[in-house]
């Protein structure tokens, strides 16, 4: 699971910087390449997310975010659903960001709680990044469509390092 986490997260990583140096790109590739591989990404994420609740017993908002991110990944490719989603596709991610974002808050004053380092500060960084951008994606689509892809990129670079550092040190605790 770890080995899996970091190659993600190395993913995202990459992805990310695509995003913010073609900005205008990753806006105009909202259409289906991007609801395919966000559909992927949510699914692969759900799975990891059911995955690790399962073995650590823990039956919370970890598993629950991760069935409803399979669930909504699989419901983009349903025939039809695609075009869709390609006209709503700003409100589906702006809302996923912000569950995204609140669940890693969540789990981060947890890793606060049981841990007391700082490592829980860079998840609730990016835990409001998440909120904010998906509650301004959802007000204001219309200009945030035009930063959207260098958000997104910045969002990507910031949780696939995330998913990298946790992985490794996963990795490490084993």
Same mark, same amino acid.
């Given at each position: 699971?770890?080995?899996?986490?970091?190659?993600?997260?190395?993913?995202?990583?990459?992805?990310?910087?695509?995003?913010?140096?073609?900005?205008?790109? /990753?806006?105009? *590739? /909202?259409?289906?390449? /991007?609801?395919?591989?966000?559909?992927?990404?949510?699914?692969?994420?759900?799975?990891?997310?059911?995955?690790?609740?399962?073995?650590?017993?823990?039956? *919370?908002? #970890?598993?629950?975010? =991760?069935? $409803?991110?399979?669930?909504?990944?699989?419901?983009?490719?349903?025939?039809?659903?695609?075009?869709?989603?390609?006209?709503?596709? $700003?409100?589906?991610?702006?809302?996923?960001?912000?569950?995204?974002?609140?669940?890693?808050?969540? $789990?981060?004053? #947890?890793?606060?709680?049981?841990?007391? =380092?700082?490592?829980?500060?860079?998840?609730?960084?990016? =835990?409001?990044?998440?909120?904010?951008?998906?509650?301004?994606?959802?007000?204001?689509?219309?200009?945030?469509?035009?930063?959207?892809?260098?958000?997104? =990129?910045?969002?990507?670079?910031?949780? *696939?390092?995330?998913?990298?550092?946790?992985?490794?040190?996963?990795? #490490?605790?084993?």
């Amino acid at each position: 699971m770890a080995v899996l986490m970091i190659v993600l997260g190395i993913v995202m990583v990459l992805g990310g910087i695509s995003c913010v140096f073609a900005p205008v790109m /990753t806006f105009v *590739g /909202t259409g289906y390449i /991007t609801i395919v591989i966000a559909a992927v990404m949510m699914i692969v994420y759900g799975v990891m997310n059911v995955v690790q609740a399962v073995r650590d017993k823990e039956y *919370g908002v #970890n598993m629950l975010f =991760g069935i $409803l991110s399979v669930i909504a990944g699989a419901v983009l490719f349903i025939p039809g659903m695609r075009i869709v989603a390609g006209g709503a596709a $700003l409100y589906i991610v702006s809302f996923w960001f912000i569950i995204k974002g609140l669940v890693t808050m969540f $789990l981060s004053l #947890n890793m606060k709680r049981v841990s007391g =380092g700082r490592e829980w500060i860079f998840g609730i960084i990016l =835990g409001v990044l998440g909120v904010l951008l998906g509650i301004v994606s959802c007000i204001k689509p219309i200009v945030s469509a035009a930063l959207i892809g260098l958000w997104i =990129g910045i969002y990507l670079i910031e949780t *696939g390092a995330d998913m990298i550092i946790l992985g490794w040190n996963a990795r #490490n605790i084993k």
